[in-house]
């Protein structure tokens, strides 16, 4: 595949790939680099050069931090964690929807992510617009839909569309954003949607039932939390010693 001539393996797998040779020369003239650097450090540099452009290219919003997230690099602080990790290591799509809940810094992105790069085939361009956005993080997404909701701003389904409509997709941190009534719509279509078309979907949040309900207001709220009752929770706990930011 496309993303494993540019990996050279399976993303996210934990192993130093090899670069992609048609890649090398560019990004060689575009950054130069010291002289006094290894070879292998030179490889590194590279790989990581041509794989952000790869991210680009296919619109894949995974924030940078996450880039080597994988189920072998996640280290739990509790049991628990050790079997969300293993639960969601064997989740194959059934039931569509995954929601990763509890507090901050326990891990719920970088499993989300590393599941999105154990299934390659959803990092591919697909047929719809030749788009596909696997990873959103809803107070970007919300953005972007509000921009291309204003005079001149473009078409917000277009914004949309390549979430309601891929293959596997993360939603991170729901529940963040400010929500109004006009967003809850527009998040309740894509719960609703990718739930009634059983596309394998992994939610990352804070929030759990009634929060969720209040976030999204009285004509949004509850449906949101009456959709989301079918998938499989999987929640975290709190360690010792690790602060909440919530």
């Not at 596909?132 to 107070?139: H, I």
Request: proline share 8%; charged share 25%; glycine share 8%.
């Amino acid at each position: 595949t496309e993303l494993r001539r540019v990996y050279g393996s399976e993303p996210g797998s934990g192993f130093e790939p090899s670069v992609c040779q048609s890649c090398l020369p560019s990004w060689l003239e575009q950054e130069p680099m010291c002289e006094q650097l290894a070879d292998r450090d030179r490889r590194i540099y590279a790989h990581k050069q041509a794989k952000a452009a790869a991210l680009r290219e296919w619109h894949v919003m995974i924030p940078p931090k996450y880039w080597t997230s994988s189920f072998r690099g996640f280290v739990p602080r509790t049991e628990r964690q050790r079997e969300v990790a293993e639960q969601l290591k064997a989740w194959q799509g059934d039931p569509p929807f995954v929601v990763l809940c509890g507090p901050s810094r326990v891990g719920k992105t970088h499993l989300a992510v590393a599941k999105l790069f154990r299934g390659a085939r959803c990092c591919r361009r697909t047929d719809h617009e030749g788009v596909v956005y696997p990873f959103v993080d809803e107070t970007d997404l919300a953005d972007r839909w509000r921009r291309a909701n204003r005079p001149g701003g473009g078409d917000p389904d277009a914004v949309l569309d390549p979430v309601i409509h891929g293959g596997l997709v993360v939603i991170d941190d729901l529940g963040k954003v400010g929500s109004t009534p006009k967003w809850a719509a527009q998040m309740f279509r894509i719960i609703n949607e990718r739930l009634n078309n059983e596309r394998p979907t992994i939610i990352t949040t804070n929030l759990r039932g009634a929060a969720i309900e209040a976030c999204y207001g009285p004509d949004h709220g509850p449906a949101i939390r009456h959709r989301l009752k079918e998938a499989m929770r999987l929640v975290f706990d709190q360690p010792e010693g690790v602060a909440n930011d919530n």
